[in-house]
């Protein structure tokens, strides 16, 4: 039940209300005779800044503070994936490597957290005795699964057609989002595959206890090829190629190279097709990479046609078919490009909205294969809601560093390589120290290892006024960015972690900040998602519910009931003061500066 925020004029009148209320009614005149001596145009609105510059919120419940003891976990997620058959590996050689196609199209049906997140990339040997050819014909039947199209099929190997390797991702999943896929997939036989066919190219070392890998097969062979009707069409393409690009251009050059049975049947059903990049932002970089993979004379990139072409090329694409490129290609070698196992040297932990797999990609599209973490307390830093953001106007998780006689608190998060260069991600990073954390206060909670020479960093805020006091260089890059302070900074007082401020009305939290961060703890269970609500601090009344439809908002939050539900139980006072937009200005009537948290009473 959601607790019924005070009304302005339920059962009186404006003015009996304002003469129950006389301090308010002063400071409104007082307001008033401002815009009026001032002139201006729409008083209303300089009344209201009056009212919420002079609003004696001090009164509200005062933001939580860590215990000068310091707060501390120390429990281990389960580092046995295999155990009990909880969780099974699978390989996804085709489109389905595309996570947010997968997402969208396989699992829609469950929770964020139950959906695989993570895809490390790895190479299928030919020893398995596969091989990967456009041979899996759609139809125009409404119940097709494919549609008007031909798309790629992993069958295997014969004499005739040797097998090759296979380039894919291995995927964890939980044992509801297995059996959804199995379901979805009942069709096809399902075969495990020693793990030893299987060269790892992720950047930590595999779990010990992979043994076997599933790989879903249709049950005949198949021995089909795109064809006029059903052609490969660069929309399916697209999506396979984003999925690969996570991994790099070698990966995805290798994922073309070892595909057989590339057409001249090839449509390019992009929309805006002669202007790609208006809605695929990636556009040049695939067909630059399809423009030389695989290699001539295999490549039939040439032959793709706009839709408005398409029917012209029809008798010339299938007297090329019929006379050379289904049999060349059939039996084609694969290319010479071998993607390499990815080297990873420089890590960095995000703390906060980046725990979250999509929140992190929009940042950089390559981290998605991130481990979840935690910094120990001895590093010496507490996370709070402390970053007044002055473009956004909101109050985000910062970093704050401990003063003499405070323990501190662990931090868990996730740690992720950096895939480009640190400088690039200083600049993106702006307003923030990169600050370095000692590799033996660093500590992985699941299967997986850091290098032993690598470098973990974090990024740790600047208050707003430091970074305007200091400015930009010639370039505009603010001063307070990248691993060393402006020249002239007083680090006690100036630094990094130093300065920040709670919430406030001007700066709230926000419901959806929140969201992101607990919808990325979720995706390593509930135990994980308490600790970072236990270990986040200046949790406040300043907190604004905007979720979209917020009074209905299973509409667009559909994990609301178990955020709500942590949230309630971990840091009760503060959820309970929680508002919506409308209810927000009521932060300003005395009687709720006045009150504490059992100001409100409950309503069915």
């Not at 009304?7 to 307001?31: F, I, N, T, V, W």
């Not at 990024?459 to 505009?476: L, T």
């Not at 009521?586 to 500066?593: D, G, I, S, V």
């Amino acid at each position: 039940m959601r607790r019924q925020a005070p009304r302005l004029c339920a059962d009186q009148s404006r003015a009996d209300y304002l003469a129950q209320h006389p301090e308010l009614e002063s400071r409104l005149k007082s307001a008033l005779d401002h815009a009026i001596s001032t002139n201006a145009p729409d008083p209303r609105l300089v009344i209201a800044a009056q009212l919420l510059d002079v609003s004696p919120t001090n009164k509200l419940l005062p933001p939580n503070e860590c215990p000068p003891a310091g707060v501390e976990f120390d429990y281990m997620l389960d580092r046995s994936l295999c155990k009990d058959s909880s969780c099974h590996w699978i390989f996804l050689w085709n489109h389905l490597l595309n996570l947010k196609f997968l997402h969208e199209m396989l699992l829609s049906s469950l929770p964020e957290w139950e959906r695989p997140q993570a895809v490390y990339p790895a190479r299928m040997s030919a020893a398995a005795g596969f091989r990967r050819s456009w041979s899996l014909q759609g139809s125009n039947e409404p119940d097709s699964a494919i549609g008007e199209q031909t798309i790629t099929c992993l069958q295997r190997a014969t004499s005739d057609e040797p097998a090759n390797d296979v380039v894919g991702a291995l995927v964890p999943v939980s044992r509801a989002c297995f059996e959804v896929l199995q379901a979805r997939f009942e069709a096809l036989n399902q075969e495990s595959i020693g793990f030893e066919n299987f060269e790892w190219l992720a950047w930590m070392e595999p779990p010990e206890d992979l043994n076997s890998v599933i790989v879903w097969v249709p049950p005949v062979r198949l021995a089909s090829q795109p064809t006029f009707e059903l052609p490969i069409l660069q929309s399916h393409v697209d999506t396979l190629m984003e999925g690969a690009l996570l991994h790099g251009e070698s990966f995805a050059a290798e994922w073309l190279d070892c595909t057989c049975g590339w057409s001249s049947f090839w449509l390019n059903d992009r929309m805006a097709s002669r202007r790609p990049w208006v809605h695929q932002p990636h556009a040049r970089q695939i067909d630059r990479i399809l423009q030389a993979h695989p290699p001539p004379p295999l490549n039939t990139f040439s032959w793709r046609a706009h839709q408005t072409i398409y029917p012209t090329q029809h008798v010339a694409a299938a007297a090329y078919a019929k006379a050379e490129e289904w049999q060349q290609q059939r039996f084609a070698p694969v290319g010479d490009v071998r993607s390499p196992r990815m080297v990873a040297k420089n890590f960095v932990v995000g703390f906060g909205s980046i725990i979250n797999t999509a929140s992190r990609r929009q940042s950089d599209a390559n981290a998605v294969d991130a481990a979840p973490c935690r910094i120990k307390r001895g590093w010496g830093y507490v996370r709070e809601w402390n970053f007044q953001a002055p473009t956004a106007q909101i109050c985000a998780l910062g970093l704050r560093k401990t003063g003499p006689g405070e323990a501190g608190s662990t931090i868990n998060g996730v740690i992720f390589p950096v895939s480009e260069g640190l400088a690039s991600f200083d600049e993106r990073e702006n307003g923030y120290q990169r600050v370095e954390v000692p590799r033996h206060m660093i500590e992985l909670l699941s299967w997986q290892t850091l290098p032993a020479d690598c470098h973990v960093y974090v990024y740790v805020p600047y208050a707003p006024s430091v970074v305007q006091k200091y400015g930009a260089d010639e370039n505009g890059m603010p001063l307070c960015c990248g691993p060393d302070p402006p020249d002239g900074l007083d680090e006690t007082t100036e630094g990094a972690g130093h300065g920040l401020l709670p919430p406030s009305v001007h700066y709230p939290i926000l419901q959806t900040y929140i969201d992101v961060c607990l919808i990325g703890c979720l995706e390593h269970g509930e135990e994980f998602t308490r600790e970072f609500i236990k270990t986040s601090f200046k949790w406040s009344p300043h907190w604004l519910n905007e979720r979209e439809l917020a009074r209905r908002p299973w509409l667009h939050q559909r994990n609301y009931v178990q955020i709500d539900r942590l949230l309630a139980e971990l840091v009760p006072d503060y959820f309970g003061q929680r508002k919506l937009e409308s209810e927000y200005a009521t932060l300003f009537l005395p009687e709720n500066a006045e009150a504490g948290p059992g100001r409100a009473t409950e309503q069915p």
